[in-house]
């Protein structure tokens, strides 16, 4: 199985930060890579797509990027609405697999 | 708009099963592969598996392939999510999602207790 390792599992940062998340991949999966974003009690949403692709409607401070076997989510100036945990997914292969997720808050 | 209407919570004994329900909306399910998501509480997303509703095809992950198992119904646009032999490790809300992630029901929590 693929293994997705992401990081960090947790994360405070201020209002206007930059932060990024990252998600390395233990095989090549090309551009397969989701991420998703999930506020308490509610359903993950699709951020990014593709690796890169930014899905409609996300503010274009969020997004995708590749380094090799590396894929990191970064947005660009914190918003208190980007309070949330991220997951990611791999999708070339089954069984599909997500990373561990990574909790984000404010300082 | 394309919409999933999950089945409601489940409170279900030690050893049974429960049969969890997603109705797609907006669309023929026949368009999607349609995936299954656990969620423990406070933990991270686990893939159980995906059907194909168009031939009723499936792959599951293989922790799950004793435990879980995807039906589809096209005349009802609905697929389902059946877990058997309950026990405390199945405590967890379900999600269902189309193929691309793009679309997601809301979860329905399922809580293995005696």
Redesign the interface.
């Given at each position: 199985?693929i293994q997705m390792t992401q990081s960090p599992s947790s994360l405070s940062a201020s209002l206007g930060d930059r932060v990024t998340i990252t998600c390395r991949a233990s095989q090549d999966i090309g551009n397969y890579l989701?991420w998703?974003q999930q506020k308490p009690g509610k359903?993950?949403?699709?951020m990014i797509?593709g690796a890169t692709n930014l899905?409609d409607g996300v503010p274009s401070r969020f997004s995708g990027s590749r380094s090799g076997s590396d894929y990191s989510l970064t947005i660009s100036s914190l918003e208190s609405e980007d309070v949330a945990d991220y997951?990611c997914?791999q999708?070339i292969q089954?069984?599909?697999?997500?990373?561990?997720?990574t909790k984000l808050e404010l300082k | 708009e394309v919409q999933l209407q999950q089945s409601g919570a489940e409170l279900v004994r030690p050893g049974t099963s429960v049969k969890l329900s997603c109705k797609v909306s907006g669309d023929t399910i026949t368009a999607y592969y349609m995936h299954f998501v656990k969620q423990r509480p406070g933990q991270g997303l686990e893939w159980i598996g995906r059907i194909d509703p168009e031939d009723d095809s499936t792959k599951y992950a293989e922790k799950f392939k004793k435990k879980a198992t995807l039906t589809a119904d096209t005349s009802s646009n609905t697929a389902y999510l059946k877990l058997s032999s309950l026990t405390s490790e199945d405590t967890a809300t379900y999600f269902c999602t189309t193929g691309v992630w793009d679309y997601w029901g809301q979860g329905v929590m399922v809580t293995v207790s005696s």
């Open positions: 199985d989701t998703f359903s993950p949403r699709r797509y899905e997951h997914l999708s089954y069984p599909y697999t997500f990373g561990a997720g | -």
